[in-house]
């Protein structure tokens, strides 16, 4: 059974940085694209960021371009999201997911391509 666990959340004032990870385990890491999300109060979870399987792939959602960056360590079975610049308004509950197909070429954001979640890290951005 697939797990993952996320870590790295806190309180930080605008402007800081956090680096989130998720560690999985269950199945082959490196054969699944990952995404990580966040879903603030009141609010439809939305996508922040994806990575391929390998790597070379990421995508990244409009208000975290340049601010944001998704890598992963497939020797350590984890995926990171570097986070600076923080925005007041990115509290959220942020989760991190794997892929449900193997070896998606082009990572997706749709929430639906995601068959695992983790339990989430919340993330609280003071002003």
């Known amino acids: 059974q697939v797990q993952l666990v996320e870590s790295g959340g806190g309180v930080v004032q605008a402007g800081g940085s956090l680096r989130l990870s998720c560690a999985a385990s269950g199945r082959t890491f490196s054969d699944y694209a990952m995404g990580w999300f966040r879903r603030a109060p009141g609010k439809e979870r939305e996508v922040v960021a994806a990575i391929s399987s390998s790597g070379s792939n990421t995508l990244y959602s409009d208000s975290v371009k340049g601010r944001f960056a998704i890598s992963r360590d497939n020797a350590k079975n984890t995926v990171y999201l570097q986070m600076n610049s923080l925005k007041p308004e990115e509290t959220a509950g942020y989760y991190c997911?794997?892929?449900?197909?193997?070896?998606?070429?082009?990572?997706?954001?749709?929430?639906?391509?995601?068959?695992?979640w983790g339990q989430g890290t919340q993330v609280t951005v003071s002003s």
């Open positions: 997911a794997a892929d449900r197909l193997w070896r998606r070429i082009v990572p997706s954001t749709s929430t639906g391509a995601y068959a695992y």
